[in-house]
């Protein structure tokens, strides 16, 4: 402690003695005195405050802005409000201001809610109805809000397809969802997609019709354009009754994440999740004229949920780009008059990728919110572009809790105090990294990790913190919850990550566990991408994990190969020739999407298998890609221009990689 606080301590003990000897003495005290008393208890208890809870004053600041956003939720909820309804309410109350920007082009809410409402009505005439399930998979641009807010205005539950899946990725999407309809953009690319896995005599699911936006030509068979149907639709409000739900847990969208392990799962978002999501932002004091910025997919909670239903909620105008550009993204912001921005850590490191010039600090950003950027990017971005505040969170698509950093606290996602945990509990308990599962006592029960110690965050299934799961996963078969963890009947939600708590009760995000793995701002399945490699003749088996990169966010994909007639060669001998090289970038890209193709090769003459003969990967996270930890197997780094894999043989490619010479 400093000399300052020793001499407040003193200083408290003297008062509170003089007045505990005042009162005794029987003397009268005037008012004065009474007050001064007052005044000097109150004073010491703040000091005493200050210096035995110095962490307090930070929960004062969230709690005070909880309580507010939580009555903002409450009255959401009793009212039964859906996302559509605020759109209506918005759109009658400001039908001229401008909603979203995309490519310079200038939409309202009212001529929004217009094509929801042609977009709804036309899709009554389509004969869908409250309960269907559409599948969408489209690029960012004002069609994706039509046909999601669209839909919604008639009870259809949406449900979000990665635009980068192809091949068995995508059918299973479709597979788990089920669609009545599928809504594709007009780009080739996407057409080209689902095509692939359409099979006439089948069709999709449940005889899914297939429609695509624009005005395509040489449509594939039994897919349907039907922007002209749209257009021709009536534009006055559907009747609120086809949508009206029993229940705000009812599903509003769904939305895919890799989960557990496995090919992508159908995350549930009910219409209680989406109100929570769209109050996020407004975490930071909003004002009227705040214009939010996103150039992440809608297809993912972000966009979706947070910068959309944020602007919502708040009556606010979103500027939404197509792809992110990091050319483009400060001169987007300088032209709309940005004021609040949406991150991942990704996107934050390939801004400081650009040369520093004295434009770097002319905007008017004063809000970042996001998730994903690490304590170094995030000091080299505060120094660079001068956002006055970040606001880190954490939290996943199909998670129960989340929190966020509204401090500016460098590299925190958020506080887990003993006051918060009260409220909003969450647990750190002790884990097996190599089986990614919590750790058990003697008694059966996990056992909660020690102060500063990394730690599995597992979350309460309580009402206050509903878990609404995976479609077509029954509770008793999702690995994402665990039974009987403190006491007999319980239920946690098992996140996955290892987070840690400083002396201040900040928390930080330090690893992810189990079967997958983020890149490029996306997760990856390694059973999906093993499931794929091993669809080759010659790779008997294949183990697939994420790999630290130097100067890289997240984990760049690396597969471990066991190859057919390789057991029992000489160490070193059996590899990859260039035509196998090349086999297997092409197989990758077309059956994964870009960002889960293994970035790294590793050729093992026989794998090593743990006591319940699963493949062991801890050793092999830890060699990494460096050729002096692997020096009895053959590595191989993808060359992304020329389409293969080369051999990374040397420390001079390893350093290459490294410094970012060579590109993943």
């Not at 039994?222 to 086809?242: G, K, V, Y």
């Not at 400083?502 to 930080?508: G, I, P, R, T």
């Not at 197989?587 to 790294?600: G, M, Q, V, W």
């Amino acid at each position: 402690m400093d000399n300052m606080s020793v001499v407040n301590v003193d200083y408290v003990k003297s008062l509170l003695t003089t007045i505990r000897d005042e009162l005794s003495s029987g003397r009268s005290m005037n008012i004065a005195s009474v007050l001064g008393t007052c005044a000097a208890v109150t004073f010491g208890g703040i000091l005493a405050l200050r210096y035995y809870c110095p962490w307090l004053v930070y929960d004062i600041k969230l709690l005070r802005r909880a309580i507010a956003l939580g009555y903002g939720y409450i009255t959401m909820k009793r009212k039964m409000e859906l996302r559509v309804d605020k759109f209506e309410e918005v759109a009658g109350r400001l039908p001229n201001k401008t909603m979203l920007i995309f490519e310079d082009k200038h939409y309202t809410y009212a001529e929004m809610n217009e094509n929801m409402n042609r977009v709804a009505n036309g899709a009554v005439k389509l004969g869908l109805k409250k309960g269907d399930v559409v599948a969408i998979m489209m690029y960012n641009g004002p069609e994706f809000i039509y046909t999601w807010m669209g839909l919604s205005k008639i009870g259809v539950c949406c449900a979000f397809i990665n635009f980068n899946l192809r091949s068995t990725s995508l059918k299973h999407c479709f597979d788990v969802c089920k669609p009545q309809a599928v809504f594709i953009g007009e780009e080739s690319e996407l057409i080209t997609a689902v095509s692939d896995i359409y099979q006439p005599e089948q069709e999709l699911n449940n005889n899914a019709k297939v429609y695509v936006w624009g005005s395509p030509v040489d449509l594939p068979a039994h897919f349907q354009a039907i922007s002209t149907h749209f257009a021709q639709s009536s534009n006055e409000r559907p009747d609120p009754a086809l949508r009206a739900v029993k229940s705000y847990n009812e599903a509003f969208c769904y939305i895919y994440t890799s989960g557990t392990t496995g090919l992508p799962k159908a995350a549930v978002v009910s219409h209680a999740k989406s109100s929570k999501g769209a109050v996020l932002i407004g975490w930071k004091s909003l004002r009227s004229d705040d214009v939010i910025y996103t150039a992440l997919p809608l297809y993912h909670s972000a966009a979706s949920m947070i910068a959309f239903c944020g602007a919502v909620n708040s009556s606010l105008t979103l500027v939404l780009r197509k792809k992110f550009s990091v050319r483009n993204f400060w001169s987007d912001c300088r032209k709309h008059n940005v004021t609040i921005i949406q991150y991942i850590g990704e996107l934050c490191r390939f801004l400081l990728t650009q040369p520093e010039n004295s434009s770097d600090r002319d905007h008017n950003v004063r809000v970042a919110v996001g998730n994903g950027l690490r304590a170094d990017i995030w000091k080299e971005f505060d120094r660079r572009f001068g956002i006055p505040d970040i606001m880190e969170f954490y939290s996943a698509t199909e998670s129960n809790w989340g929190t966020i950093n509204i401090y500016n606290k460098m590299g925190s996602i958020g506080r887990l105090s003993p006051i918060t945990q009260k409220i909003y509990p969450a647990h750190l308990v002790q884990y097996d990294y190599s089986t990614g599962t919590p750790l058990r006592g003697s008694d059966g029960r996990c056992v909660v990790a020690a102060h500063r110690q990394p730690g599995l965050l597992i979350t309460p299934i309580r009402k206050m913190q509903e878990y609404e799961g995976y479609v077509g996963v029954s509770e008793e078969n999702d690995p994402k919850v665990l039974h009987n963890v403190f006491c007999q009947g319980d239920r946690f939600f098992n996140s996955g990550d290892i987070l840690t708590i400083d002396e201040d009760y900040f928390v930080y995000f330090t690893d992810r566990l189990g079967d997958t793995f983020r890149w490029k701002g996306e997760n990856v399945s390694t059973v999906e991408v093993a499931n794929a490699v091993c669809e080759l003749s010659w790779v008997q088996d294949a183990v697939v994990y994420g790999v630290t990169v130097p100067g890289q966010d997240g984990r760049a994909g690396m597969a471990s190969l066991s190859l057919h007639g390789g057991e029992g060669e000489e160490a070193g001998k059996f590899t990859l020739d260039e035509a196998a090289c090349s086999q297997l970038f092409q197989h990758c890209t077309k059956l994964l999407p870009d960002y889960a193709i293994p970035r790294f090769l590793r050729v093992q003459q026989k794998f090593e298998m743990t006591s319940t003969f699963k493949q062991r990967k801890v050793d092999l996270v830890k060699d990494g890609f460096d050729p002096d930890n692997c020096k009895d197997d053959a590595l191989f780094v993808v060359d992304m221009k020329n389409k293969f894999y080369k051999s990374l043989a040397d420390q001079d490619t390893y350093k290459n990689i490294c410094d970012g010479v060579i590109r993943l």
